[in-house]
């Protein structure tokens, strides 16, 4: 009876400890003021997708009193955005860089997120926001800097549909062995768009940041 008990009790502990190492798939969107190269004030919109171990993660609850993703991974991604924003402009932010930017934050964000044995999986930035002087200006700047380069000299390549989150439809397109990534605008995106829908990028030859989807 004793040798039974014993062995009920290690097959207890292993199920414990089984669970306890159970790696739990996680996110969490952050919303926080951050500032560009010229102290502009802007509205940063992310969210972040992880993996932890269910026992850490329920260490992390205590020590924070339930609220470790606002005590300890916000104020993380924060001051990160901040170091990696400094050294742009509030439209390399908005628009020109901003894919470039996502990258950044995410091997940064990924790094310092190891520190907690956390395993980052995805970062996406939803959403900048700017205020209205700020936003006015730049589309007047992006308006002429646009129509300028494209009608100097334009060309066209191939695009792919890469990445869909939630409204957001990511593509991609390649210019001289070199990759560009590009967000759908509402009036590109149609109806029942799906990963590796092709398309076709007309793109400023000086600049191939600057583009546009051919209808």
Known sequence: MRDISLFLILIVSVFVTACDNEMLDNAADFEFETTDKEANKINLSVTARYRVKSRLENKLLRKYDGRYKDSLLLPTISSISKKV????SAGE??????????????GETKNKFEEYDLELTAFFIR???LSDTLMNRLQKEHVIRFENAMNNCSKEAKGVITKIHDTVVYYEFIV???????ILSPEETWDNVS??????????????IFHRIKK
């Open 93 to 106: 932010i908005y628009n020109y860089k901003r894919y470039e930017i996502e990258q950044k934050l995410d």
């Open 195 to 208: 990963l590796g829908d092709s398309l076709v990028v007309q793109y400023a030859c000086e600049d191939p």
């Open 85 to 88: 924003l400094a050294d742009y």
């Open 127 to 129: 959403s900048v926001g």
């Open 176 to 182: 001289e062995n070199k990759n560009f990534e590009s």
